[in-house]
């Protein structure tokens, strides 16, 4: 027998040479991408931006040689502008479990009391501009006060406020329009809308201010609370009605300022600025197809304004395509409904962990 010791393992055989380290390999390295995907779609506002894109692309193909020129991407902006600064107050009111529904005839009633104050009172335009939007804040005052304090659902109390405003406006207005008075035109005119990107500024500003406020703020924090689990909220302290009522100011005046842009933009003041319902259910839409839920309690700023952009594109591209305005109601109809599926699938996904 040799006299060399043969060395065994536990298991009796002789260990080999050690083992090279495992390469990371392939798969490594795709975990960062996989990590930023899977945390690209759990994003409420994935499926809109995707959307949004896959429309550009789409219309482009169909028109390149008009699409992306600076006068079109112009329209596109204007048309976005609006609808997604009155969509930022929807998407408050809708987290709250409300809605209001006179905030685009406010949008038509504040350019005249502007006007009003400025042509008529002799009010320094700044002023004049501060105190119609503290007049819409109060419309949005009584809208909230009444759903809150009277238990009148927001739909009615805020249908009777859209009657109720458009008759003041159509009163004091005689149905006619009004220009812009020569004390704001010039370069208050041009940074409160007739610029061709101020409209787009403004909303970017907006958006991004209400962004902060609903993620980092303890007003943000209450508002999603209070439409999450109301008597829960309640319960912890959290006054319902006061967040309300403040979040039907901001939507109230959010639509005058709306209207004040839009009106600076056409430079004339008409009582159809917003298209009489056009503007507020365009808002509603955008909220919606941004990913903010019906039912309260969720919702996303920046998915309202990419919400906006997708219908904009939609009006903008058909309209290129030289479709009729009829077949392009029909369109819209069906992108709103699909968008809306699209999003609970998506949000049951999200629950279920698989997203």
Known sequence: MSDAVQVTTETGASPGPPAPAASPGW?????????????????????????????????????????????????????????????????????????????GVVAALVPFLFYFGVHDYGIPVILSLILSLVIAAGFGFVNGFVRT??????????????FAIRGIMLIISHAYPSPIPEEA??????????????????????????????????????????????????????????????????????????????????????????????????????AVIGGTALAGGSGTVIGALLGALVLAELQNGFNLMQFDQNTIFLITGIAIVVSMVANQYLSRLRRAGRT
């Open 27 to 103: 798969r490594a390295g795709l975990r960062p991408v996989r990590s930023a995907g899977d945390w690209f779609l759990q994003r409420r506002e994935a499926s809109v931006l995707l959307v949004a894109v896959a429309l550009m692309l789409y219309f482009y193909t169909q028109r390149p040689d008009v699409f992306f020129e600076h006068s079109n991407l112009v329209n596109i902006a204007q048309a976005t502008a609006p609808t997604a600064i009155v969509a930022v107050g929807i998407v408050l009111l809708l987290i709250n479990g409300e809605i209001d529904l006179s905030a």
């Open 149 to 162: 304090y009277f238990g009148v659902p927001s739909f009615v109390a805020t249908l009777g406020t859209f």
């Open 185 to 286: 035109k010039g370069g208050f005119q041009k940074w409160l809308g007739q610029g061709e990107w101020s409209g787009l500024i403004w909303a970017l500003i907006i958006v991004a201010l209400f962004h902060v406020v609903l993620t980092q703020t303890r007003w943000g924090l209450h508002t999603i609370s209070v439409g999450g689990n109301p008597v829960g909220a309640t319960e912890a302290g959290i006054r319902a009605s006061r967040i309300k009522i403040g979040n039907f100011m901001i939507a109230s005046t959010l639509g005058g300022f709306a209207g004040l842009l839009e009106a600076f933009r056409i430079n004339t003041i008409d009582p159809n600025i917003g298209g009489g319902t056009s503007l507020i259910f365009n808002a509603i839409a955008a």
